[in-house]
T-cell receptor, first 114, second 118 residues
């Protein structure tokens, strides 16, 4: 079946540090890939997405490139801020399957210290 | 404003009780979903619905039930058969492309409901 694997957290960084959160996937078909962010006590917000190989999703300084050859969709940001502290989820959805819903990774907590 | 409204935000359930979590969306989305999130874990799919009066089980449907009588509403009932219901419940919705279902379409989430067994 479909699955998403993320690096375990928490990831603790100082403000202005470079961020990478790794995400790899297995999929039964051709997936779309997503990053969602969850702030404490809230629902999830879409951060960025990519729907085909070599696409780069970007938003709010975050980027991720769809790498089909390595089945990866790593999240990066050049300079993190305290306000980026949250849990980040990698997810996928696959076309042409009976199940039309997102499959999520376990989430990676990011803590940014001033 | 358009969005997804979940209620209540916090709910306490006694042993043996059924409780219902409300989810309403005014985004005119075809598909709706219920996910469960346990502390420090990812989201697991409980049920989903792509059209009114139709729904499918997700990965952890046992002990839960849903209905989809209206396009904008998708309530979730946590029954007494669910042995470990304490969790954070998230409702979501999306449009469906004519082909490929939710492929590529953004899924929007509500603010979530905390359910605790007392």
């Amino acid at each position: 079946g479909d699955s998403v694997t993320q690096m375990e957290g928490p990831v603790t960084l100082s403000e202005e540090a470079f961020l990478t959160i790794n995400c790899t996937y297995t999929a039964t078909g051709y997936p779309s890939l997503f990053w969602y962010v969850q702030y404490p006590g809230e629902g999830l917000q879409l951060l960025l997405k990519a729907t085909k190989a070599d696409d780069k999703g970007s938003n709010k300084g975050f980027e991720a490139t769809y790498r089909k050859e390595t089945t990866s969709f790593h999240l990066e940001k050049g300079s993190v801020q305290v306000s980026d502290s949250a849990v980040y989820f990698c997810a996928l959805s696959v076309r042409d399957t009976g199940r039309r819903a997102l499959t999520f990774g376990s989430g990676t907590r990011l803590q940014v210290q001033p | 404003d358009g969005g997804i409204t979940q209620s209540p935000k916090y709910l306490f359930r006694k042993e043996g009780q059924n409780v219902t979590l409300s989810c309403e969306q005014n985004l005119n989305h075809d598909a709706m979903y219920w996910y469960r999130q346990d502390p420090g874990q990812g989201l697991r799919l409980i049920y989903y619905s792509q059209i009114v009066n139709d729904f499918q089980k997700g990965d952890i449907a046992e002990g839960y039930s849903v209905s989809r009588e209206k396009k904008e509403s998708f309530p979730l009932t946590v029954t007494s058969a669910q042995k470990n219901p304490t969790a954070f419940y998230l409702c979501a919705s999306s449009n469906l492309l004519r082909t490929g279902g939710a492929f590529g379409n953004t899924i929007y989430f509500g603010e979530g409901s905390w359910l605790t067994v007392v």
